[in-house]
């Protein structure tokens, strides 16, 4: 990435650079912001007298801490856990929870950095948080699943709270993982209130969060085909990355608003289905079965299954949207969809793109809506599963997805507009980063 011209955001990136050194992804994420927030920091000098600039790469909490549980042999393991509570003007700190083994402090704060803009584009009153741990939930055994779950509350029950901090799902965490840490919270502290959101809706969840985040994707994709270019999705080539919660809905509605997606991968590699996935399969074979994508490949003949997951992003498709993980498209990957005549790019995942990358996409006039904007539906609904648990009431699921449209239409339009207001008409990541910071920042003055 080109050096800051800036010269206050470069003094301010050298010191994040050098307080969280080797950070990787924190400083990607951190340095993504201070570039697009250049054409718009000089109309601000109460950032720089606010030391706002400062305060937005700086988490307020940094809480870290061993979970001790038990295996099925009766062994005791030992894995790191981690909350970040980034910024909390808009709102209690709200974002999910990560179990994979690659989390460490610098995922973990990149994503909370990244969820407190995205939670700012939402309109809904959220501030920004994130955490997880380095459990690996793979072969993990129901039993082993919930002494983990019910260890790692044991310590994070004493820092949430629905009016401080509401935790969620992400890698490795969905409604059987909410549920159990849901519980432990109840058992610890006798109350019964909405302190997580994901939850299954047996279980005081929301209709309509399971999908939201996929949902919410599309349904950003088709306002920017609606509204820049006159068209719908019907008969759209969509490839797809990943098959956990986010892809799954996405494929879904995706389907549903008449495009073909043709692919779908995880760690180990992808399925290439000229037919279009087969949506009853894949969730049979990850949401009942929890089960590895090649069975997807045993089971439908059309279907390809190719070795090594990076090979999505070499079928031609007119959308691409990324659901796996961070830095999944790299430049090579970026440029082999440019030049494969990709029309539009979506983030499911967050960071789902290389600075290489995007800088790819950008030269290549590609429609690309960064993961803060495009993936915003499914903490969109957890505002609203919040909303829904304090008026102890439940909405429909058609009320639920009626809301997250207008939210998705809104974000596109917040987005867009603030792109034409910096010169740089359909920048979406410029778009993205300074209305979050806007509104982020409003709040922090007035909070003093
Ligand atoms: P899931 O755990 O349900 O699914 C994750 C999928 O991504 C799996 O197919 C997994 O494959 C694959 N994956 C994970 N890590 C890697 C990796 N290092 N390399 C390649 N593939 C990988 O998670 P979600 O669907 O919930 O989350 C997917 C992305 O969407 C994440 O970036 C998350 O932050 C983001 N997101 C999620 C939201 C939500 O509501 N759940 C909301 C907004 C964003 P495998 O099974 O082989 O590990
Ligand atoms: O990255 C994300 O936005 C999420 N994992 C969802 C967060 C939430 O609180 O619903």
New binding site residues.
Partial sequence: MQQLKNAYLARVYEAVEQRNAGESEFLQAVQEVLHSIEPVIDQHPEFIQNAIIERLVEPERLIQFQIPWTDDQGNMQVNRGFRVQHNSALGPYKG?L?F?P?VNPSVVKF?GFEQTFKNALTGLPMGGGKGGADFDPKGKSEGEVKRFCQSYMTELTRHIGQFTDVPA????V?RREVGYMFGQYKRMQNEFTGVFTGKHPDNSGSLGRKE??GYGLVYIVAELFRSLKNEDLKGKTVTVS??????IYAIDKATQLGAKVVTA????GYVYDENGIDLAVLQQIKEVERGRLTEYAKRVPTAQYHEG?GGVWSIPCDIALP????N?IDGDSARALVQNGVIAVAE???MSTTPEGVEAFLEGNILYIP?KAA?AG??AVSGLEMSQNSLRLGWSFEEVDEKLQTIMVNIFHTVYDASKACGVPGNFVVGANVAGLLKVSQAMLWQG
């Fill in positions: 999910g990560r994979h690659s994503l799902g992400d890698i490795g969905g939201a985040t990943g098959s956990g919660n986010v892809a991968s995880d760690s180990a997951s659901c796996a993980t961070q999944e499911g995942s967050n993961g993936n499914g903490v």
